[in-house]
C-alpha cells in the first residue's frame, strides 16, 4: 500500500541494481508502483507476466564485477561519512523534523511534484513513508506514556496502601491522589490511542 518499496527501489538503483515495477494498471494496489516510478524511474515497466519473463532473462547474464562493485559501495559510504560529517550534510531544505529511525535533523529536497526526506547518515523516505513512520512513532510514544501512567497509578496504591499499614493516614491520602490522577490521565491516554489507531486504519483504507 501507498508507497512501501519506493526508497529501498532507489537504494538499489543506486548501487547500480536493475530495477523492475509493475505497471499501476495491471495492479491490484496501484499506489505501490506508481510511487516507484514516479520516484525512482525504474529500468523496467510491464505487468506481472512480463515481469516474469524479464527476470528469467535478467537471471541469465553475466553477474557485475564483484571486486568493482565492493570497491564502488566503500567509495560511496566514503563519501557519505565524509559529507555527513559537515556542517551541511544534505541537500534541501531543513524543516525543523526529525528521523523517525535515529532521532537526527531531516532535510527536505524537491524534484517537480516529488519530495524526499532524509537525515545526517542517510536514513530517506518519500512523504508518504515518512508521514507513516512519523505515525508509528507517535503511537509508540503515546503507548509508552500509557504504560508508565498505569505502573505510577500501581505503584501509589502500592505506597498508599503500606502508609496506612504504618498509620501514616495523611502520606496514604496523598499517594492515592496521585494514584487517582495518573489514572485519569490514563484514561486520557486510552482515549487519544484509540483515536490515532482509528484515523491510521481509515488512512490504509
Not at 496501484?30 to 524479464?54: F, K, N, R, W
Not at 570497491?71 to 523534523?97: C, F, I, K, N, Y
Not at 508508565?148 to 501509589?156: D, N, V
Request: net charge negative; aromatic share 6%; hydrophobic share 40%.
Amino acid at each position: 500500500m501507498l508507497d512501501d518499496g519506493t526508497i529501498g527501489l532507489l537504494a538499489i538503483k543506486r548501487a547500480g541494481g536493475a530495477t523492475f515495477a509493475q505497471d499501476p494498471e495491471d495492479a491490484h494496489y496501484p499506489g505501490m508502483p506508481t510511487s516507484a516510478i514516479e520516484y525512482v524511474q525504474p529500468d523496467h515497466v510491464a505487468t506481472a507476466a512480463e515481469l516474469g519473463h524479464l527476470l528469467v532473462a535478467f537471471a541469465h547474464t553475466s553477474p557485475p564485477n564483484a571486486m568493482f562493485e565492493r570497491g564502488a559501495m566503500h567509495e560511496q559510504h566514503v563519501e557519505e561519512v565524509t559529507r555527513g560529517a559537515t556542517e551541511d550534510p544534505q541537500p534541501g531544505e531543513s524543516v525543523g523534523l526529525t528521523c523517525p529511525e535515529c532521532q537526527g535533523a531531516i532535510w527536505v529536497t524537491r524534484d517537480g511534484a516529488t519530495e524526499s526526506f532524509r537525515c545526517r547518515v542517510g536514513h530517506e523516505y518519500t512523504e508518504e513513508s515518512f508521514a507513516a513512520a512519523d505515525s508509528a512513532r507517535v503511537e509508540t510514544a503515546l503507548w509508552t506514556a500509557l504504560r508508565a501512567l498505569e505502573e505510577r497509578a500501581a505503584l501509589q496504591r502500592r505506597m498508599a496502601a503500606r502508609a496506612r499499614e504504618r498509620g501514616q493516614r495523611l502520606r496514604s491520602d496523598s499517594y492515592e491522589r496521585s494514584a487517582a490522577a495518573a489514572t485519569d490521565n490514563a484514561v486520557v491516554l486510552r482515549d487519544l490511542l484509540a483515536s490515532v489507531v482509528g484515523s491510521a486504519e481509515e488512512e490504509v483504507a
